[in-house]
């Protein structure tokens, strides 16, 4: 009776399982194309995004952008995808970090999956790349000499002004530069802002001259701060020479 008893358990808890793991599985299996359409969007413009930061400085093609996003993403998924932006935000500066370019979208999926559970689904992603942003090399004009396309120093946030490095403004400054195991191993964190929370690849602000600390945005001592752009670059940005010292 005992041993009828136990085989008995184990036919009602199989009875009871079985129809759950059953059911687990063809859920899971409906989410497949769902889960597939999704993943192959997202590649879709991931890629667009990378071939847009490579021509940004040369072409920049916003709407032509998001035009073959959703072309791309249509002919790729023709029965299950509809790409829709919310937001797209085109060569801005954000965190001390230039040149970025972020598309908001959702992907609408109504196709056919095992069950139809997963239909008409959204789904909501948000991509950042930073565009090229290196020094164009230019011919030099007639009677200007090459070697005049150096580095000179600017100030994002304060003038339209370049400088040379001696220029007492630079020296007063800091330097904006991104967070290394270098810089790490050179300064210290500074305690005022909790720079030690500062991630390798953020942007973070020290003193040449003087100062043994790196710093975060927001710290009290930054007052102003400069980064380094070739001449003709800053020149074509609207900067000019500072007339204290010749830029």
Known sequence: MNRMGKKGSYLVEASIIMPLFILAVLMLISAVPALSAAENTAFSVCDELRLESAKAPFAPEKQTMKLRMKSRTAAE???????????????????????????????????????????????????????????????????????????????????MRYHR??????????????????IQKQYKSCK?????????????????????????????????????????????QGYTPCSKCGG
């Open 77 to 159: 998924n023709p029965k299950a995808s509809v790409l829709r932006f919310t937001s797209c935000k085109y060569s801005y500066r954000k965190h001390g970090i230039d040149d970025l370019i972020t598309v908001d979208y959702h992907f609408y999926y109504d196709g056919n999956d095992f069950y139809g559970l997963f239909k008409s689904t959204t789904f909501t992603n948000r991509m950042t790349v930073r565009a090229f942003s290196g020094t164009l090399h230019r011919q030099a004009p007639e009677g200007r000499p090459a070697e005049e396309d150096r580095t000179v120093y600017i100030f994002p946030q304060w003038g």
């Open 165 to 182: 490095k001696s220029c007492t403004y630079v020296t007063g400054s800091c330097q904006m530069v991104y967070l290394t195991a270098a």
């Open 192 to 236: 005022l802002c909790q720079a030690q929370s500062a991630q390798i690849g953020s942007p973070v602000y020290c003193f040449d001259k003087y100062g043994e600390a790196y710093h975060v945005a927001g710290c009290s001592i930054i007052k102003r701060y400069y980064v380094t752009r070739g001449q003709h670059k800053a020149e074509s």
